[in-house]
């Protein structure tokens, strides 16, 4: 099976530009959480769509938003950048190992806000 | 608030040694843990997981969870150099699909 996809992997914006991030999750699996990670915070949770319904929201401004699609694949969206915005951006599919709902991250995309 | 804490480290350890890394949670209600390896520069990679108090033994890792202590480690047996990275260690709560994360402790492993 193929493991998740993001695209795209870097990112250079500015202040106040807005940028969309896509994922996409391994054949199947229907979770699919974000998360961003930087050094100072480690990896804080985005959000988490199900069956195209956001099902969980972390502790972010509204700039951050994101949607699923049919196909499983998501999107997310931040608007109105700032500094404090670079950090990689990681996305989570889940499916179950055994009788346990497991985690398997895609490669990120790093993104960096001048 | 969910917490899940570990020593940020370095953990430095010589090549074949037994490497322990630690992970402590507040939240009685969590139900799965989970160790994963991040090298510098990569995204998460999972190592294993573990959901009943005792070990679990996957190759030359050892997954502990005492739940009354609310305490999981992980042992890397032979430690190798290729091992050095950071371990994150994620909690899943009962009642919630997604994972707490720990910040991470990084391992040293010399040659």
């Known amino acids: 099976k193929a493991g998740v996809t993001q695209t795209p992997r870097y990112l250079i914006k500015t202040r106040g530009q807005q940028v969309t991030l896509s994922c996409s999750p391994i054949s199947g699996h229907r979770s699919v959480s974000w998360y961003q990670q930087t050094p100072g915070q480690g990896l804080q949770f985005l959000f988490e769509?199900?069956?195209?319904?956001?099902?969980n929201k972390g502790n972010f401004p509204g700039r951050f938003s994101g949607r699923q699609f049919s196909n499983s694949r998501s999107e997310m969206n931040v608007s109105t950048l700032e500094l404090g915005d670079s950090a990689l951006y990681l996305c989570?599919?889940?499916?179950?190992?055994?009788?346990?709902?497991?985690?398997?991250f895609g490669p990120g995309t790093r993104l960096l806000v001048l | 608030q969910k917490e899940v804490e570990q020593n940020s480290g370095p953990l430095s350890v010589p090549e074949g040694a037994i490497a322990s890394l630690n992970c402590t949670y507040s939240d009685r209600g969590s139900q799965s843990f989970f160790w994963y390896r991040q090298y510098s520069g990569k995204s998460p990679e999972l190592i294993m997981f573990i959901y009943s108090n005792g070990d679990k033994e996957d190759g030359r890792f050892t997954a502990q969870l005492n739940k009354a202590s609310q305490y999981v480690s992980l042992l890397i047996r032979d430690s190798q150099p290729s091992d050095s990275a950071t371990y994150l260690c994620a909690v899943h709560h009962s009642g919630y699909s997604t994972l707490t994360f720990g910040k991470g402790t990084m391992l040293l492993v010399s040659p």
């Open positions: 769509y199900f069956s195209e319904t956001q099902r």
């Open positions: 989570a599919s889940s499916g179950t190992s055994g009788y346990q709902e497991t985690q398997y």
